[in-house]
Antibody
């Protein structure tokens, strides 16, 4: 069974750093892209970017380029999304998804709250 | 950048009736179009990819059609569990893969 399990909810202050994770199982982790998708409170879905764990090839949506960093550790089948300096506007639910252009399997989401 | 426009924003339909949701792309995305369902507090669920192929485990009452710039998701006989928000997403042109703004399907 394909599963993506994300790390738990986070509460951070503006300016702090953060790294959230997405662990894949039940399939060849290095053979599929992983996408990160943002959903701000009460809003729609935004595709942030994708990473190919096999070689860490990474592609960012223009709106998120320079704002976040995606990475992967194929030895433990885990993808990461990180921020170096959080802003209040980063408050959102973040989903990872196995991506073949579309997201066929999704993690449960990680809620990130940034508040002073 | 491609713009995906869904209509209507909210659709009110009675259980057992048919629902038709639309998605329009600002330029051709060929058949590289997916549909998702999202219920409150849940992650999105893939329904349709390739504009018309049902994902694994998706009931036959869900069907997708269209190509190029005009797409439709049809739910033939609404069940109570179908009331949710539906998103389309193009994956023909990167960057980025754009979602539509969503259609909320509510009980009439």
């Amino acid at each position: 069974e394909v599963q993506l399990v994300q790390s738990g909810a986070e509460v951070k202050k503006p300016g702090e750093s953060l790294k959230i994770s997405c662990k894949g199982s039940g399939y060849s982790f290095t053979s599929y892209w992983i996408a990160w998708v943002r959903q701000m409170p009460g809003k729609g879905l935004e595709w942030m970017g994708i990473i190919y764990p096999g070689d860490s090839d990474t592609r960012y949506s223009p709106s998120f380029q320079g704002q976040v960093t995606m990475s992967a550790d194929k030895s433990i089948s885990t993808a990461y999304l990180q921020w170096s300096s959080l802003k209040a506007s980063d408050t959102a639910m973040y989903y990872c998804a196995r991506a073949s252009g579309y997201g066929d399997y999704w993690g449960q989401g990680t809620l990130v709250t940034v508040s002073s | 950048e491609i713009v995906m426009t869904q209509s209507p924003g909210t659709l009110s339909v009675s259980p057992g009736e048919r629902a038709t949701l639309s998605c329009r792309a600002s330029q051709s995305v060929s058949s590289n179009l997916a549909w998702y369902q999202q219920k409150p507090g849940q992650a999105p669920r893939l329904l349709i990819y390739g504009a018309s192929t049902r994902a694994t485990g998706i009931p036959a009452r869900f069907s997708g059609s269209g190509s190029g710039t005009e797409f439709t998701l049809t739910i033939s006989s609404l069940q109570s569990e179908d009331f949710a928000v539906y998103y389309c997403q193009q994956y023909n042109n990167w960057p980025p893969y754009i979602f539509g703004q969503g259609t909320k399907l509510e009980i009439k």
